[in-house]
């Protein structure tokens, strides 16, 4: 899932960044709210982890500005304020979720994982589609009981189909998916992606929809 990060702190935002990356997350980072704007209308972001003191405003601010305007993203405030009252304020804003500093990477993970789930109307944090038993916190998948291991951008890639699965995923919003602003694809970089792992799961799991984009195959009877 492509995340943005709100944060000022550069050794913690490094940090954040690295540890959400080795769990299975794409990072994108920013240190202000003008950034913030910015970059909110602009990313496809399956949710974003957002401090309340920044150097030009409030997250919290913010926040309740998007709400307004009728975003839904899921949002997972971030601060060193771990007061009742801040905590209230947060929530009421709009955040979907509230951790305090000093806090778990594995466990703003599996917070991420819990409200991007509901946003998208899921109950369990497993997937079941085509014999697939896809588990994204793990990083992996089972099927017919055999363990099915991914790479990070392939277990993005199946992500992004999954969320949706039958609808069509354009080529250029699975780049977004799968790539920073500051890194380069290639221009066969999903392909190869798809190709392994129609190698690890089967020639008919992906499909293409020539000039448009893929998607995992209907479920079979």
């Known amino acids: 899932m492509r995340i943005l990060v709100v944060e000022d702190d550069t050794s913690l935002a490094d940090g954040l960044c690295i540890g959400l ?3 299975g997350f794409m990072p994108e980072l920013v ?3 003008a950034d913030a704007t910015a970059a909110w209308g602009q990313g496809d972001f399956s949710a974003a982890v957002l401090d309340i ?3 030009d405003g409030s997250g919290a601010e913010l926040l309740a500005a998007r709400r307004a305007e009728g975003d839904r993203l899921p949002v997972l405030l971030l601060t060193a304020l771990d007061e009742v009252g801040h905590r209230i304020s947060g929530l009421d804003a709009g955040a979907d979720d509230y951790l305090a500093k ?3 990477l594995g466990e703003l993970a599996a917070r991420l994982r819990a409200i991007t789930r509901r946003a998208q109307g899921q109950a369990s944090g497993t997937i079941h589609w085509n ?3 896809f588990d994204p916190a793990r990083m992996a998948g089972s099927i017919a009981g055999e363990v099915v291991r991914f790479s990070r951008r392939e277990f993005g890639l199946l992500q992004a189909l999954l969320e949706r699965p039958g609808a069509i995923v354009p080529k250029d919003r699975l780049e977004e998916r799968l790539y920073g602003w500051q890194d380069g694809v290639e221009s066969n970089t999903v392909e190869v992606h ?3 792992l129609r190698a690890k799961l089967g020639s008919e799991f992906i499909e293409t929809v020539r000039g ?3 998607r ?3 479920e079979s009877a």
């Open 102 to 104: 000093p806090f778990d």
């Open 194 to 196: 798809v190709h392994k």
């Open 21 to 23: 990356r080795l769990q």
């Open 31 to 33: 240190g202000t709210c």
């Open 131 to 133: 014999g697939l038993e």
């Open 216 to 218: 995992v195959s209907e």
């Open 53 to 55: 003191m920044l150097p």
């Open 212 to 214: 448009v984009g893929y």
